[in-house]
């Protein structure tokens, strides 16, 4: 979220940045709330001030009639006064939660995906001399991927990764993990069941709580046992990537500057509910709802300089992936219609799959200075000991199923096989190059 006082002096930039985001929110009427707000608090503020003076007065003799009825009027106020603020506090929540990040003034204004702006190319197109076959082809071919029996097991979007293909799939991860440690990130593997506020604040939720109808994730309706034996039912949900958990990792808690920048990266099975896509890439692994993926996500000081900076590192780090595996790619610069609310700046990469002729989504970055450290309260404190939020980014670094697409399609031979790129050929059974008809 954003700070209110921010809002309160920028309201021409707030009501744009809504506009240029797609987001409908009403700015005017959040500052009236927030007047009567602060209003009703101030009210409260001074009723808790009397009684405690009056607490004084009395204090270690008996209070008169007219002490005690005073005594009873301010209760009586009190509770009336918080029983305002608590709605008003409701009103005010519902429409903080939905306030965006102003974006970069370097972000394209479009009013949705087809305006994104693409900034850099790497790689020409793959030729063939033969005619290419999908990964869905291939996979069938080789015995690589089962989409029948994953939907028989699992439903609509399931799919077994079997033989050398489930090799290629961990090959693909601990290439990424390896090369992530290598540039100063902690490698972990975060939760993947998670508790409502992480989701929250990472910024899943289209509002102040999950909605069904829109928010792509999995809630789970379950019993639990807390340590004392006792039963909990508590809302928790499958993560759609390593990012909220890591993002929560530091909730609530207070860094020093020296811990600046922290960098984390992620390994974890993933799930989305794809609700949101219904009817597109119904065939494959392009959009499915379980797979692997290893997210970077990190933290700098409360600086747009140093948060850019760290930004367009994290995007090399793509690109090197892609340039390592030899599959060419593109970068984009995302449009403020195609952001969510809390994106400061935003870029995706996309490879080049022969079977769609054209580039697909391999990994996105985004940088969204303090507003998912505000709803997690992740701060540091300064060398002159002033607590500030962090700034918080994000960045895909290789998720399963795309780059299975990508190697697959890319590397096809006239014979049906598929070779292995060569970064990848260490992490393969007997360092296996080729994947061939058996």
């Known amino acids: 979220m954003l700070d209110i006082k921010y809002i309160r002096d920028n309201v021409d930039k707030v009501q744009k940045a809504a506009k240029n985001k797609n987001i409908d929110v009403d700015i005017d009427e959040l500052i009236k709330i927030d007047k009567k707000r602060r209003k009703i608090q101030s009210q409260i503020d001074e009723l808790r001030a009397k009684r405690n003076e009056l607490a004084q007065i009395v204090k270690g003799g008996k209070p008169t009639n007219e002490q005690i009825k005073e005594g009873k009027n301010i209760k009586e106020e009190i509770a009336n006064l918080e029983n305002k603020f608590k709605k008003i506090e409701d009103d005010y929540f519902t429409l903080m939660v939905k306030v965006p990040t102003i974006p970069s003034d370097d972000t394209p204004i479009g009013k949705d995906e087809s305006e994104n702006v693409e900034i850099e190319k790497w790689g020409e197109a793959t030729k063939f001399n033969f005619k290419p076959k999908s990964h869905i082809e291939i996979a069938k071919n080789l015995d690589l991927l089962d989409f029948e029996r994953g939907v028989k097991v699992a439903g609509y979007r399931g799919y077994y990764v079997k033989n050398e293909a489930a090799s290629l799939q961990m090959a693909l991860m601990m290439f990424a993990l390896k090369k992530l440690i290598a540039k100063g990130f902690t490698p972990m593997i975060p939760p993947t069941l998670i508790r409502e506020y992480a989701l929250f604040g990472s910024g899943y939720f289209s509002g102040k709580t999950f909605n069904s109808e829109v928010d ?31 993002l929560a990792y530091y909730s609530g808690e207070t860094l020093n500057e020296n811990q600046l920048p922290v960098k984390l990266c992620g390994f974890s099975q993933c799930y989305r509910s794809e609700i949101g896509s219904y009817g597109k890439d119904t065939k494959g692994l392009y959009r499915v709802h379980e797979f692997m993926k290893v997210e970077q996500v990190c933290f700098t000081k409360n600086n747009v300089e140093d948060s850019n900076k760290m930004h367009l590192e994290m995007v090399e780090i793509s690109k090197e992936f892609h340039e390592a595996l030899n599959i060419p790619y593109r970068v984009l610069s995302i449009c403020t219609g195609d952001m969510s609310a809390g994106k400061y700046k935003m870029f995706d990469l996309e490879a080049w799959m022969p079977s769609r002729d054209s580039y697909g989504e391999t990994g996105s970055a985004s940088n969204f200075l303090d507003w998912q450290s505000r709803r997690l309260n992740v701060k540091y404190k300064d060398k002159e000991g002033n607590k500030k939020f962090v700034h918080m980014i994000n960045n895909t670094a290789i998720p399963s199923p795309r780059f299975i697409i990508a190697i697959l399609e890319n590397y096809q031979q006239e014979d049906g096989s598929v070779v292995i790129p060569e970064v990848l050929r260490k992490y393969m059974p007997n360092n296996m190059k080729v994947i061939k008809n058996k």
Do not use: H, Q, R
Request: hydrophobic share 30%; net charge negative; no cysteine.
């Open 216 to 246: 792509e994730i999995y809630k789970i309706e379950n019993v639990n046992k807390d340590a004392d034996g006792k039963s909990v039912k508590e809302n928790k949900f499958l993560v759609g990537t390593a990012e909220p958990s890591l």
